[in-house]
């Protein structure tokens, strides 16, 4: 898909091809063992802050601010994925490699979900948007400061949130506020529905398993710190992610059932109304999203919307071989490349 530009845009960067070592070019592998590497232990200095929400609820936003960081200057805001939170090692990731270039870092925790797990009585969802575009308004306000000069803004999301922040790109263009320069989604499941079916398969039963676990115990911490939040009526727990939405997410947000929840909440009907520069980064070998979605009969991409399809990768796995990245970390430096408009420098970064 071609890449549109606003005028004082920067051409987006070539991406080097991923290619993964032999030992990981397996989709499964790809997946679940990037998980299992070690990150490095970084200090979490960000500092705090509540964004307040109409309904009653609120979100913590983490703001880790580089030294000679000015208003005007580059920010990101960073989304994490299914039951996860700021904390998760790609976010931490992203934080010290874009801090290193100058980059002001904000991430956010989804509602009932890391250190704003208290502070929300309502869940998050794939199709969350109203929840992102307060966070994306708390941030543009918070870098205007005083100069009141907007801040460079990418927004980042990775898997649901990828899906989040697509949505919310393409659902009402007019309120992205002018400060949101790109945007990039990894892995995004843009139709809930056919990710769902895959993830049911027989292929990818130990994922449904999985992920059904984590977070039916993902809820029971939640409403142990929050006796008062939403809860289902059925005691019988789920088995699946279908039953899980069924069971759960579709009630709590007021959608007749699972089915009702992934229609309205998918990415791909959205997408064609999308009018900032927005990256897709996805792999054709992704067990949990189908590339199929992606298919240009499937989606009417506008001329802003690149998709970067690699052969390799697996679900936001990406680790290459050595090659001209300062790390094996293949996504990490994309990112890196989108969001300052400059190729990575391997000499600095070393």
């Known amino acids: 898909m071609p890449t549109g530009n606003r005028p004082d845009e920067p051409a987006a960067p070539r991406d080097p091809p991923f290619a993964p070592p032999w030992w ?159 945007a990039i989604a990894v892995n995004p499941p843009i139709d809930l529905v056919a990710g769902v079916e895959s993830i049911a398969s027989r292929a990818n039963r130990v994922y449904d398993r999985h992920f059904t676990g984590v977070l039916v115990k993902h809820l029971e911490a939640w409403w142990e710190m929050r006796p008062d939040a939403v809860k289902p009526t059925n005691p019988t727990r789920p088995r699946t992610l279908r039953e899980f939405d069924d069971w759960f997410t579709a009630p709590a947000i007021g959608r007749r059932d699972a089915l009702d929840y992934y229609r309205h909440a998918s990415a791909a009907q959205f997408i064609p109304a999308i009018a900032i520069p927005t990256t897709i980064i996805t792999s054709r070998d992704d067990p949990l999203v189908p590339f199929s979605m992606f298919a240009a009969d499937r989606v009417a991409y506008p001329g802003c919307v690149r998709l970067v399809a690699t052969d390799h990768g697996g679900h936001v796995g990406f680790v290459g071989r050595r090659g001209p990245d300062p790390d094996t970390r293949w996504l990490d430096w994309r990112v890196v490349e989108i969001v300052t408009g400059q190729p990575v420098d391997v000499a600095a970064a070393e």
Not at 27 to 45: E, G, N, V
Not at 74 to 86: E, Q, W
């Open 24 to 182: 990981l070019r397996n989709r499964h592998a790809q997946t679940i063992l990037p998980a299992l590497f070690p990150s490095p232990d970084m200090p979490h200095t960000a500092t705090l802050h509540r964004v307040e929400l109409p309904d009653g609820d609120a979100l913590a936003l983490h703001d880790d601010l580089p030294a000679g960081w000015a208003p005007g200057g580059r920010v990101a805001l960073l989304s994490h994925g299914l039951a996860d939170h700021h904390r998760t090692p790609l976010l931490v990731r992203l934080v010290a490699k874009l801090g290193a270039r100058g980059v002001r870092v904000f991430r956010w925790d989804m509602r009932g979900c890391g250190a704003g797990m208290a502070w929300a009585r309502l869940p998050y969802h794939a199709g969350c948007s109203a929840d992102l575009a307060a966070v994306v308004a708390a941030v543009v306000e918070r870098c205007r400061g005083a100069a009141g000069i907007d801040p460079d803004l990418t927004l980042f999301g990775v898997s649901l949130s990828g899906n989040v922040l697509l949505k919310y790109l393409g659902e009402a263009p007019a309120r992205v506020p002018a400060a949101v320069r790109r």
